[in-house]
């Protein structure tokens, strides 16, 4: 089992930054990529960014790519999703989750999953 806790949550102003941690606890964090995920209301949840188990390959969705930043400190167990310029659309509900896939849009091959943590931006 791996536990997946994220914070770093808030109000913004579009425009601002925001930084999302997840701190893992558990089974060897390195052992899984990782990836981020939002669900805004009434919408499904879709991945925003993923990240290799070393760290060394990263992916992003168009609607965040030069905008956000996924990273992990295996060292920590902790991943760091960096969000800047943020858009009203930005807002939602942000997972981080790890998992064995290969391929960081399996959304099935997630295995474990924080709770959440909100993300408003203001216009």
């Known amino acids: 089992q791996v536990q997946l806790v994220e914070s770093g949550g808030g109000l913004v102003q579009a425009g601002g930054s925001l930084r999302l941690s997840c701190a893992a606890s558990?089974?060897?964090?390195?052992?899984?990529?990782m990836g981020w995920f939002r669900q805004a209301p009434g919408k499904e949840r879709e991945l925003v960014a993923g990240?290799?188990?070393?760290?060394?390959?990263?992916y992003y969705e168009d609607f965040v790519k030069g905008r956000f930043t996924i990273s992990r400190d295996n060292a920590k167990n902790t991943g760091t999703l960096q969000m800047n310029s943020l858009k009203p659309e930005d807002t939602a509900a942000y997972y981080c989750a790890a998992g064995r896939m290969m391929n960081f849009r399996d959304y099935e091959g997630y295995e474990y999953w924080g709770q959440g943590t909100q993300v408003t931006v203001s216009s």
């Open positions: 558990g089974r060897t964090f390195s052992n899984y990529a």
């Open positions: 990240i290799s188990r070393s760290g060394g390959t990263t």
